[in-house]
């Protein structure tokens, strides 16, 4: 139970890491604080980063540590939840295993902390103050680099026997399919991430198609496997009516429908929360993957589910882990 006002919250991510100081009475951030981040060789280097944003939000929020519940992070990895361990990430390399993150962070800071997975954190944040308040019976599926998915039950979320519900990026939408970053085939996530997108355009464009995107990224090379298009250019190129943005979206939409149809049918939530960079800008692909999650969904599960863009946009992954951490406390 609370019994301060605030609880700070991390989200480490990808490519970069936020900290907060959210109020928990009304999930307001207070002041936050963000740095890049990038693989590292040591387990000490990536706390490092994550001291490195708390003491940032902290002077940001002027708000000392002693005025806090706690401290919540989530990463986008394999954590184990019970023992504030992280287990894996591919922001480490693979030398470095079973990360004592809550311990060292308890040690500096004198706060009881909680570490969870990254979708986990921020399905929390949607629960309690976005587009989750009301319902207590819903999927948060996040589309970013990769794509991430949580289930609540009766407000609770559903972790799995071994803390990989939910995972809906790793669901077969394609028998023999294209190879997923996990080294199966046809996974829902090799056809709709930011990360397929862009592939599926700069293919486009090696095979002389034309498109503005050119344009928009000055000197893209297609032939570049480092390249990112960010949801920017793709509301832009589909806002100009370019033809190959708009249809490698809309084909996106359709994988994360068949994708969330049955997940519809299995699970039969109430609501849908669709979240993640590219979606908060594309309104398209929220768009097609809502008129192919009802099409294929049974009919009346389909008609009733509720789907909604996520409402915390960036924050709702530090707003989540403060959530997280003030429960613990
Ligand atoms: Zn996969």
New binding site residues.
């Given amino acids: 139970m609370a019994k301060k006002k605030y609880a700070i919250g991390v989200d480490f991510g990808g490519t970069k890491v936020l900290g907060a100081v959210v109020e928990l009475a009304t999930g307001k951030v207070k002041g936050e604080y963000k740095v890049a981040s990038s693989a590292y060789d040591s387990g000490d280097a990536l706390m490092d980063r994550i001291y490195e944003v708390i003491d940032g939000a902290l002077v940001a929020a002027d708000v000392k540590a002693s005025e806090c519940d706690g401290i919540g992070v989530g990463i986008a990895g394999q954590v184990d939840a019970d023992r504030g361990l992280l287990i894996g990430t591919a922001n480490l390399s693979r030398s470095v295993v079973d990360l004592p993150m809550g311990a060292n962070i308890t040690k500096k800071y004198k706060l009881p902390a909680a570490i969870r997975n990254d979708v986990q954190i921020a399905a929390v944040g949607e629960a309690r103050f976005g587009a989750g308040v009301g319902c207590d019976d819903f999927l948060c599926v996040f589309i970013g680099t990769g794509i991430g998915g949580a289930i609540v039950k009766n407000g609770q979320i559903l972790p799995g026997f071994s803390g990989n519900a939910g995972e809906i990026?790793?669901t077969t939408i394609e028998a023999h399919g294209r190879i997923?970053?996990?080294g199966?085939r046809g996974?829902l996530?090799?056809y709709a991430s930011r990360t397929a997108i862009t592939k599926v355009i700069l293919g486009e464009l090696r095979r002389g198609r034309t498109s503005v995107v050119t344009d928009l990224i000055p000197g893209l090379d297609p032939t570049d496997a480092g390249v990112a298009i960010k949801s920017g250019v793709l509301k832009k190129a589909v806002k100009a009516g370019d033809v190959v943005v708009t249809e490698t979206v809309t084909e996106a939409g359709k994988y994360i429908g068949l994708g969330l149809a049955s997940m519809v049918n299995f699970v039969n939530p109430q609501r849908i929360i669709l979240g993640g960079g590219v979606v908060d800008s594309v309104d398209l692909l929220f768009e097609s993957a809502e008129y192919w999650t009802r099409h294929e969904a049974l009919p009346y599960a389909g008609k009733m589910v509720e789907i909604e863009k996520a409402k915390l946009g960036d924050y709702s992954g530090v707003i989540g882990a403060a959530v997280i951490a003030s429960e613990v406390a």
């Fill in positions: 990026g790793h997923c970053g996990c199966a996974h996530e090799a």
